[in-house]
């Protein structure tokens, strides 16, 4: 099968190094950047690298990164698998489930490479759509509705990218009990967490009948490490993931746990520039929306590092976005998603970089 066009990444790919240069990138979906010698320089444990033997890692993940995970999230070590970013765990979690005539549940919008893939493995995809009215909401009775007897995995994505919505814990076990009486797991993603803009909700990871998806991309703002994970109770499929693993990438690289392993042990200082990243970044846009009302609306995002403020008069914006490229900024084009008239803008950026990429989109906007 040929895979379709990855939208996302060839915008923010095909741009990011174009001339002229872009100088701030408000396109990225992680946080603040970090090197990995401020990584190193958090504090005590640092992995020794002399002794790191390169070769193959645990397929699972080692013990000291699984259980850097299983605290965060509040659960057993032993529900970890490491994977190579949650792209990889989704793939993995897809594969298990294939079977002929089976469907997959997502929302709409929804990180397109998660349908690329069940579309690839043989899935039909079925969608609940999130409407703006109702501020972007995954409701538990949305997706019970886009369920059908040929069903076999239920997505949702909390944050969600790209609208920031949050979907409440008590929320999601509501619609995993449900969809448990059907046979039906639900997997969520979970990239996002625990980024928060107002009351933090917990993990969904020791719920019942749930599957949750992590990373160190998103919320921790470490990408280039292509660390993730998935978190799953049932001891039977975890054994089938790590298998299945096994024939596709096989490990991840014992040098990349050593530093996630170092980094989750020192969380708290990756979250927390984040979060004080992004909220102040979050206000300085506040005040853009307030002031380009005619002309742009949005849902205030409760999460995560996105927001998606679209045209009020249904224009696409992929024109306005090739006009802000062009001016040294980078924010990506809602036909991505499908919907043309939104703009995904990044809420990453360093402060300063963020608000002069701002003062650019307020003269064009002009």
């Not at 928060?196 to 160190?216: K, R």
Request: proline letters at 6%.
């Amino acid at each position: 099968m040929i895979l379709p066009p990855f939208r996302i990444f060839e915008w923010v790919i095909g741009r990011k190094f174009a001339n002229p240069p872009i100088r701030f990138d408000l396109a990225s979906s992680a946080g603040p950047v970090w090197t990995v010698g401020q990584i190193l320089a958090l504090g005590n444990g640092l992995p020794d690298f002399d002794e790191i033997k390169c070769t193959y890692a645990f397929a699972a993940g080692g013990r000291a990164l699984r259980e850097a995970i299983a605290e965060f999230h509040g659960v057993d070590p032993d529900w970890v698998v490491v994977m190579t970013g949650a792209s990889e765990a989704m793939s993995m979690i897809l594969c298990l489930a294939a079977r002929p005539n089976a469907n997959v549940v997502f929302p709409a919008p929804v990180y397109s490479a998660f349908e690329a893939m069940a579309q690839a493995w043989g899935f039909g995809t079925r969608r609940y759509s999130l409407s703006r009215q109702d501020g972007f909401k995954q409701r538990a009775l949305s997706v019970r509705q886009a369920v059908d007897r040929d069903t076999v995995l239920a997505l949702v994505n909390t944050p969600h990218s790209p609208t920031g919505a949050v979907m409440p814990r008590s929320e999601i076990a509501s619609l995993a009990a449900e969809l448990s009486e059907l046979g039906v797991p639900l997997v969520v993603d979970e990239v996002y967490h625990p980024l928060y803009f107002g009351v933090p909700e917990s993990s969904a990871a020791s719920i019942a009948n749930v599957i949750v998806l992590g990373d160190m991309s998103k919320s921790l703002s470490l990408p280039g490490l292509r660390v993730g994970w998935l978190i799953d109770a049932d001891a039977e499929r975890r054994k089938q993931l790590v298998n299945a693993r096994t024939h596709f990438t096989i490990s991840n690289s014992p040098i990349g746990e050593a530093i996630a392993t170092h980094a989750l042990v020192h969380r708290n200082a990756l979250l927390s520039r984040s979060l004080e990243v992004c909220s102040e970044n979050l206000g300085a846009l506040s005040a853009l929306m307030d002031a380009a009302n005619n002309s742009l609306s949005w849902v205030k995002p409760e999460g995560g590092t996105l927001a998606f403020p679209w045209f009020r008069d249904g224009r696409n914006s992929r024109p306005f976005c090739e006009v802000l490229a062009n001016a040294g900024v980078l924010v990506a084009p809602g036909d991505c998603y499908d919907t043309p008239e939104h703009l995904r803008i990044g809420l990453g950026a360093e402060t300063d970089d963020f608000r002069q990429a701002l003062s650019i989109i307020e003269r064009a906007l002009q």
